[in-house]
Protein backbone atom coordinates (compact mmCIF):
# COMPACT_ATOMS: atom_id res chain seq x y z
CA UNK A 1 0.00 0.00 0.00
CA UNK A 2 1.14 3.43 -0.87
CA UNK A 3 2.01 6.23 1.63
CA UNK A 4 -0.37 9.36 1.51
CA UNK A 5 2.76 11.50 0.65
CA UNK A 6 3.83 8.98 -2.41
CA UNK A 7 0.10 9.91 -3.88
CA UNK A 8 -0.77 12.94 -5.83
CA UNK A 9 -4.73 14.47 -5.49
CA UNK A 10 -6.44 14.85 -8.39
CA UNK A 11 -9.72 15.87 -9.95
CA UNK A 12 -11.83 13.49 -12.48
CA UNK A 13 -10.31 13.94 -16.03
CA UNK A 14 -13.14 12.61 -17.77
CA UNK A 15 -15.18 15.95 -16.22
CA UNK A 16 -12.36 17.82 -16.05
CA UNK A 17 -11.96 17.74 -19.79
CA UNK A 18 -15.88 18.66 -20.54
CA UNK A 19 -15.06 22.65 -18.06
CA UNK A 20 -11.96 23.02 -19.91
CA UNK A 21 -13.25 22.65 -23.22
CA UNK A 22 -16.79 23.59 -22.82
CA UNK A 23 -17.35 23.32 -26.90
CA UNK A 24 -16.77 20.09 -26.74
CA UNK A 25 -19.91 19.36 -25.01
CA UNK A 26 -22.45 17.55 -26.76
CA UNK A 27 -26.20 19.04 -27.19
CA UNK A 28 -28.99 17.39 -26.09
CA UNK A 29 -32.02 17.88 -28.58
CA UNK A 30 -35.07 20.67 -28.15
CA UNK A 31 -38.78 20.28 -28.08
CA UNK A 32 -41.26 21.07 -30.58
CA UNK A 33 -40.95 24.70 -29.88
CA UNK A 34 -37.40 24.99 -29.45
CA UNK A 35 -36.81 25.21 -26.17
CA UNK A 36 -35.15 23.35 -23.64
CA UNK A 37 -36.28 20.52 -21.29
CA UNK A 38 -36.72 22.42 -17.81
CA UNK A 39 -35.03 19.21 -16.26
CA UNK A 40 -32.44 16.43 -17.91
CA UNK A 41 -32.38 13.18 -15.92
CA UNK A 42 -30.25 10.17 -17.03
CA UNK A 43 -30.94 6.86 -16.18
CA UNK A 44 -27.97 4.93 -16.22
CA UNK A 45 -28.04 1.20 -14.79
CA UNK A 46 -25.51 -1.05 -14.43
CA UNK A 47 -25.34 -4.62 -16.61
CA UNK A 48 -27.29 -7.39 -15.08
CA UNK A 49 -24.96 -10.18 -16.42
CA UNK A 50 -26.37 -12.55 -14.35
CA UNK A 51 -29.79 -12.41 -16.53
CA UNK A 52 -27.51 -11.70 -19.60
CA UNK A 53 -25.61 -15.28 -18.91
CA UNK A 54 -28.99 -17.09 -18.42
CA UNK A 55 -30.37 -15.72 -21.57
CA UNK A 56 -27.55 -16.73 -23.61
CA UNK A 57 -27.69 -20.51 -21.98
CA UNK A 58 -31.79 -20.38 -23.58
CA UNK A 59 -30.66 -18.71 -26.76
CA UNK A 60 -27.52 -19.04 -28.27
CA UNK A 61 -27.52 -15.99 -30.33
CA UNK A 62 -26.89 -12.67 -29.06
CA UNK A 63 -29.98 -11.06 -31.01
CA UNK A 64 -32.64 -11.54 -28.28
CA UNK A 65 -35.96 -10.32 -28.23
CA UNK A 66 -37.15 -7.64 -25.67
CA UNK A 67 -39.26 -9.88 -23.82
CA UNK A 68 -36.55 -10.92 -21.12
CA UNK A 69 -36.13 -6.92 -20.27
CA UNK A 70 -35.64 -6.52 -16.87
CA UNK A 71 -36.87 -2.94 -17.44
CA UNK A 72 -40.02 -3.89 -18.58
CA UNK A 73 -41.35 -5.01 -15.25
CA UNK A 74 -39.24 -2.49 -13.36
CA UNK A 75 -41.29 0.52 -14.77
CA UNK A 76 -44.95 1.60 -15.34
CA UNK A 77 -43.41 3.69 -18.74
CA UNK A 78 -46.27 5.22 -19.54
CA UNK A 79 -46.69 6.53 -16.46
CA UNK A 80 -43.33 7.63 -15.88
CA UNK A 81 -43.93 9.13 -19.44
CA UNK A 82 -46.81 10.95 -18.37
CA UNK A 83 -44.98 12.20 -14.96
CA UNK A 84 -41.86 13.43 -17.78
CA UNK A 85 -44.56 15.28 -19.85
CA UNK A 86 -45.91 17.46 -17.30
CA UNK A 87 -43.07 18.03 -15.83
CA UNK A 88 -41.26 19.28 -18.44
CA UNK A 89 -38.90 16.76 -18.34
CA UNK A 90 -36.06 14.56 -20.55
CA UNK A 91 -35.34 11.07 -19.19
CA UNK A 92 -31.67 9.72 -20.58
CA UNK A 93 -31.82 5.94 -20.98
CA UNK A 94 -28.07 5.18 -20.96
CA UNK A 95 -28.47 1.43 -20.74
CA UNK A 96 -25.45 -1.08 -20.42
CA UNK A 97 -23.81 -1.89 -24.13
CA UNK A 98 -25.07 -5.77 -23.76
CA UNK A 99 -28.13 -4.42 -22.25
CA UNK A 100 -28.84 -1.63 -25.38
CA UNK A 101 -31.46 -3.69 -27.61
CA UNK A 102 -33.48 -3.29 -24.62
CA UNK A 103 -33.72 0.48 -25.27
CA UNK A 104 -35.74 0.31 -28.43
CA UNK A 105 -39.21 -0.29 -27.22
CA UNK A 106 -39.06 2.40 -24.61
CA UNK A 107 -38.35 5.14 -27.23
CA UNK A 108 -42.13 5.18 -28.01
CA UNK A 109 -43.37 7.35 -25.10
CA UNK A 110 -42.95 10.95 -24.67
CA UNK A 111 -39.87 12.52 -23.06
CA UNK A 112 -37.81 9.27 -22.97
CA UNK A 113 -34.35 9.73 -25.46
CA UNK A 114 -32.29 6.41 -25.43
CA UNK A 115 -28.84 7.14 -25.80
CA UNK A 116 -27.56 4.34 -24.78
CA UNK A 117 -25.26 3.80 -28.06
CA UNK A 118 -23.04 6.90 -27.34
CA UNK A 119 -19.80 6.09 -27.04
CA UNK A 120 -19.98 8.08 -23.02
CA UNK A 121 -22.22 10.48 -21.44
CA UNK A 122 -19.54 12.73 -19.56
CA UNK A 123 -20.20 15.70 -22.40
CA UNK A 124 -23.78 16.00 -21.40
CA UNK A 125 -23.21 15.92 -17.72
CA UNK A 126 -23.42 19.87 -17.15
CA UNK A 127 -26.88 19.63 -18.35
CA UNK A 128 -28.42 16.60 -15.95
CA UNK A 129 -30.06 17.60 -12.79
CA UNK A 130 -30.60 13.84 -11.56
CA UNK A 131 -28.66 10.84 -11.72
CA UNK A 132 -31.09 7.42 -11.82
CA UNK A 133 -28.77 4.29 -11.27
CA UNK A 134 -28.55 1.67 -9.08
CA UNK A 135 -25.02 -0.04 -8.34
CA UNK A 136 -23.21 1.68 -11.09
CA UNK A 137 -19.66 3.47 -10.29
CA UNK A 138 -21.20 6.19 -12.29
CA UNK A 139 -22.27 8.31 -9.16
CA UNK A 140 -18.64 8.40 -8.33
CA UNK A 141 -18.09 10.47 -11.76
CA UNK A 142 -20.98 12.78 -10.96
CA UNK A 143 -19.61 13.49 -7.54
CA UNK A 144 -17.43 16.81 -8.82
CA UNK A 145 -20.61 18.08 -10.32
CA UNK A 146 -22.92 17.96 -7.41
CA UNK A 147 -25.45 16.20 -9.59
CA UNK A 148 -28.09 14.47 -7.25
CA UNK A 149 -28.28 10.63 -7.20
CA UNK A 150 -31.19 8.34 -6.63
CA UNK A 151 -30.88 5.10 -6.37
CA UNK A 152 -33.59 2.61 -8.23
CA UNK A 153 -32.85 -0.76 -6.98
CA UNK A 154 -35.74 -2.92 -7.93
CA UNK A 155 -34.02 -6.00 -7.83
CA UNK A 156 -31.72 -5.83 -4.87
CA UNK A 157 -31.65 -9.59 -3.28
CA UNK A 158 -31.25 -10.72 -7.05
CA UNK A 159 -28.64 -8.69 -7.97
CA UNK A 160 -26.44 -9.04 -5.20
CA UNK A 161 -26.93 -12.97 -4.99
CA UNK A 162 -26.59 -13.53 -8.77
CA UNK A 163 -24.47 -11.01 -10.51
CA UNK A 164 -21.22 -9.37 -10.19
CA UNK A 165 -19.35 -8.65 -7.10
CA UNK A 166 -20.16 -5.00 -5.92
CA UNK A 167 -17.58 -3.07 -3.97
CA UNK A 168 -18.89 -2.68 -0.43
CA UNK A 169 -19.77 0.91 -0.79
CA UNK A 170 -22.21 -0.01 -3.72
CA UNK A 171 -23.77 -3.02 -1.39
CA UNK A 172 -25.75 -1.10 0.82
CA UNK A 173 -28.58 1.66 0.29
CA UNK A 174 -25.82 5.35 0.13
CA UNK A 175 -26.76 8.15 2.48
CA UNK A 176 -25.77 10.78 -0.47
CA UNK A 177 -29.36 10.18 -2.16
CA UNK A 178 -32.30 8.50 -1.42
CA UNK A 179 -33.12 4.82 -2.52
CA UNK A 180 -36.33 3.04 -4.21
CA UNK A 181 -37.24 -0.28 -4.26
CA UNK A 182 -40.21 -0.42 -6.41
CA UNK A 183 -41.75 2.10 -8.96
CA UNK A 184 -44.47 3.52 -7.02
CA UNK A 185 -41.74 5.03 -4.60
CA UNK A 186 -39.59 6.38 -7.27
CA UNK A 187 -42.65 7.86 -9.01
CA UNK A 188 -43.20 9.72 -5.39
CA UNK A 189 -39.16 10.26 -5.17
CA UNK A 190 -39.31 12.06 -8.93
CA UNK A 191 -42.47 13.61 -8.01
CA UNK A 192 -41.01 15.38 -4.60
CA UNK A 193 -38.08 16.30 -6.50
CA UNK A 194 -39.72 17.93 -9.19
CA UNK A 195 -41.02 20.42 -7.23
CA UNK A 196 -37.41 22.18 -6.80
CA UNK A 197 -36.56 25.18 -8.67
CA UNK A 198 -32.57 24.60 -8.65
CA UNK A 199 -30.45 21.73 -7.57
CA UNK A 200 -30.20 20.80 -4.09
CA UNK A 201 -27.04 21.71 -1.94
CA UNK A 202 -25.11 18.68 -1.34
CA UNK A 203 -25.25 16.92 1.92
CA UNK A 204 -22.50 16.63 4.34
CA UNK A 205 -22.51 12.56 3.22
CA UNK A 206 -22.20 13.66 -0.12
CA UNK A 207 -19.33 16.36 0.31
CA UNK A 208 -17.70 13.52 2.48
CA UNK A 209 -17.93 11.05 -0.92
CA UNK A 210 -16.12 14.05 -2.61
CA UNK A 211 -13.20 14.48 -0.75
CA UNK A 212 -12.93 10.63 -0.19
CA UNK A 213 -12.88 9.82 -4.59
CA UNK A 214 -12.11 13.45 -5.86
CA UNK A 215 -9.45 16.04 -4.46
CA UNK A 216 -10.74 19.00 -3.45
CA UNK A 217 -8.36 21.19 -5.56
CA UNK A 218 -9.87 23.48 -8.62
CA UNK A 219 -12.09 21.37 -11.45
CA UNK A 220 -10.59 21.50 -14.50
CA UNK A 221 -7.13 21.57 -13.03
CA UNK A 222 -6.27 16.97 -13.27
CA UNK A 223 -3.58 17.02 -15.57
CA UNK A 224 -1.82 20.28 -14.49
CA UNK A 225 -0.97 19.63 -11.14
CA UNK A 226 0.29 16.75 -12.33
CA UNK A 227 2.49 18.46 -14.85
CA UNK A 228 3.95 20.37 -12.47
CA UNK A 229 3.96 17.28 -9.53
CA UNK A 230 6.01 14.59 -9.09
CA UNK A 231 6.55 11.66 -6.65
CA UNK A 232 10.22 9.97 -6.33
CA UNK A 233 10.12 6.18 -5.22
CA UNK A 234 13.12 4.53 -5.04
CA UNK A 235 15.43 6.63 -7.63
CA UNK A 236 11.95 6.63 -10.11
CA UNK A 237 9.69 9.45 -10.67
CA UNK A 238 6.29 8.20 -11.01
CA UNK A 239 3.01 9.90 -11.41
CA UNK A 240 -0.27 7.77 -11.15
CA UNK A 241 -3.53 9.02 -12.39
CA UNK A 242 -6.72 7.78 -11.58
CA UNK A 243 -8.74 7.81 -15.02
CA UNK A 244 -11.50 5.28 -15.46
CA UNK A 245 -11.44 4.50 -19.40
CA UNK A 246 -10.43 7.78 -20.75
CA UNK A 247 -11.73 8.45 -24.35
CA UNK A 248 -9.14 9.05 -27.36
CA UNK A 249 -10.77 12.36 -27.67
CA UNK A 250 -9.74 13.20 -24.12
CA UNK A 251 -5.90 12.30 -25.26
CA UNK A 252 -6.00 15.75 -27.40
CA UNK A 253 -6.49 17.71 -24.07
CA UNK A 254 -3.06 20.57 -24.38
CA UNK A 255 -3.34 19.09 -20.61
CA UNK A 256 -2.04 16.03 -21.14
CA UNK A 257 0.41 16.82 -23.57
CA UNK A 258 2.12 19.05 -21.54
CA UNK A 259 1.80 16.30 -18.56
CA UNK A 260 4.06 13.76 -21.43
CA UNK A 261 6.72 16.76 -22.35
CA UNK A 262 6.90 17.00 -18.45
CA UNK A 263 7.59 13.34 -18.43
CA UNK A 264 10.05 13.86 -21.29
CA UNK A 265 11.77 16.38 -20.16
CA UNK A 266 12.37 15.56 -16.31
CA UNK A 267 15.38 15.23 -14.35
CA UNK A 268 15.26 12.79 -13.08
CA UNK A 269 16.38 8.91 -14.11
CA UNK A 270 13.45 7.33 -15.33
CA UNK A 271 9.13 7.66 -15.31
CA UNK A 272 6.42 5.70 -15.35
CA UNK A 273 2.81 6.61 -16.06
CA UNK A 274 0.09 4.85 -14.07
CA UNK A 275 -3.38 4.51 -15.62
CA UNK A 276 -5.72 3.47 -13.36
CA UNK A 277 -8.94 1.59 -14.70
CA UNK A 278 -12.22 0.38 -13.45
Known sequence: RLNDDSLLPSTNPRTDYYLRYPEQRQTLPLKADGTAYRRVILYAPSWRDALWQNSQKLTPHLTRGNNDSPYQAAFDWQTLSQHLVDTDSLLLLRLHPNERHYAAQFCAYPNVLDISD??????????????ITDYSS??????PLEIPVLFYRFDHEQYLNQSRDCYDIGQDPLSIGQVAYQFDDLLALLQEMSHLNAKPQPCEAYKQLQ??????????????????????IDGVSMVCVSMVGISMNERHDDSFARLERHLRQGQTQSYKLAFGTD
Not at 118 to 131: E, K, S, T
Open 118 to 131: WDDVYGILHRVDLL
Open 138 to 143: LFIDVL
Open 211 to 232: RLYWSQHAMGSSADSLATDGLS
